[in-house]
C-alpha cells in the first residue's frame, strides 16, 4: 500500500528493519535474568573458596602421587599455582557441563516455554535469532570460564601468596610469563569446550526439552572421555572430541611444545563449525509449534 506509511511495498511494516530485532544485548540481559545463569556464575566464584578451604584443612605430607603432572602437590605453592589446580580440577567435568548448559538451554528452553514460536512471529528471522543465542551462550561460557580463573587468581593469592608457578616438573616462571601462559591456557579451554557447547546447541535445535539437549552432550563428552582409556583404539583416540582437553598444560612446559596446542585448536574449531552448521541447517527447516 502506498501513501499510509505503514506498509511496505514488500509487505513488511514501514520502519522494519531485521538486523535490528532480538539486539544481543536484549537476549544477553535475559538469559542473565535467568536463575541457571545466576546460579552456573555463582558455583563459579565458590568452587575456588571450596577449594581453597579444603587445601587449607585438608592438607596431608602424605599426600604426593606418582603422576607425571600432579598439580595438587604445589597447588599451596602460589595463588597461580592454585588457578591452575582449579582449572585441571574442573576441564573434564564441571566447565564441560556449564558449556552445555548455556548451549544447549537456550532454545529448547524457548521451545519448552512455549514461546520460541511467538518469538518468530514477532517477527525476528530464524537464522537471527540462531546467531543471536549462539552468541550470547558463547559470552556467557567464556565469561563463566573467565570468571572462575580471575576468583581464583585472587582468591589464591590471598590464601597463598602471589608468587612465581612451580610446575611439578620443577620449572618456574615469573609472575609475567605465569599471567601470559594463564591466559594462553584460558584461551585454549576456551576454544577447546566449543565442542561441547555447539553438540549441545545442536540437541537444543532438535529437542524442545532442555535437559535432553543438555544431558545429551555431557552424556557424548563422556563416553569418548571413557573410550579415550582404552588403549586398544590405539590412533583413533587422537580423533576424539575429548582429545588434547589437557593440552594446555604443555604451556607449563620450557620451552612450550606447541603441537598439541595447535591440534587441538584446529580439531575443536572444525567439530564446533561441523556442529553448529548442523543446528543451523536443523532449525532452517524445521516445522516451530511450540
Avoid: C
Amino acid at each position: 500500500m502506498t501513501g499510509t506509511g505503514h506498509v511496505q511495498a514488500t509487505g513488511a511494516v514501514a520502519g522494519y528493519r531485521p538486523e535490528r530485532t532480538l539486539r544481543l544485548s536484549v537476549e544477553l540481559r535475559r538469559q542473565f535474568k535467568r536463575r541457571r545463569t545466576l546460579g552456573a556464575l555463582g558455583l563459579m566464584v565458590a568452587l575456588p573458596l571450596i577449594l581453597i578451604a579444603a587445601l587449607k584443612f585438608g592438607a596431608s605430607d602424605d599426600a604426593q602421587s606418582n603422576n607425571r603432572l600432579n598439580l595438587v602437590d604445589v597447588a599451596t605453592s602460589s595463588g597461580l599455582n592454585f588457578t591452575l589446580f582449579v582449572l585441571f580440577a574442573t576441564t573434564g567435568f564441571f566447565l564441560v557441563v556449564v558449556y552445555a548448559l548455556f548451549f544447549g538451554d537456550t532454545v529448547a528452553s524457548e521451545a519448552s516455554w512455549g514461546s520460541l514460536r511467538y518469538t518468530l512471529a514477532a517477527p525476528v528471522p530464524r537464522m537471527r535469532l540462531l546467531r543471536q543465542k549462539f552468541a550470547a551462550a558463547l559470552l556467557l561460557s567464556v565469561g563463566a570460564l573467565v570468571a572462575l580463573t580471575v576468583v581464583a587468581v585472587v582468591a589464591g593469592g590471598i590464601a597463598f601468596g602471589f608468587d612465581a608457578i612451580r610446575t611439578p616438573l620443577g620449572v618456574t616462571l615469573d609472575q609475567g610469563e605465569g599471567m601470559l601462559r594463564l591466559a594462553g591456557m584460558v584461551g585454549y579451554l576456551a576454544v577447546h569446550l566449543l565442542v561441547v557447547g555447539a553438540l549441545a546447541f545442536w540437541l537444543s535445535t532438535v529437542t524442545d526439552a532442555p535437559l535432553a539437549a543438555v544431558g545429551g552432550a555431557v552424556f557424548t563428552m563422556f563416553v569418548f572421555a571413557i573410550l579415550d582409556q582404552v588403549e586398544q583404539l590405539g590412533s583413533i583416540r587422537d580423533w576424539f572430541p575429548t582429545a588434547g582437553e589437557f593440552a594446555w598444560t604443555d604451556l607449563l612446559q620450557t620451552p612450550v611444545d606447541s603441537g598439541d596446542l595447535y591440534r587441538g585448536v584446529i580439531q575443536s574449531l572444525v567439530y564446533a563449525a561441523v556442529l553448529t552448521a548442523l543446528a543451523f541447517r536443523h532449525f532452517a527447516r524445521r516445522d516451530v509449534t511450540s
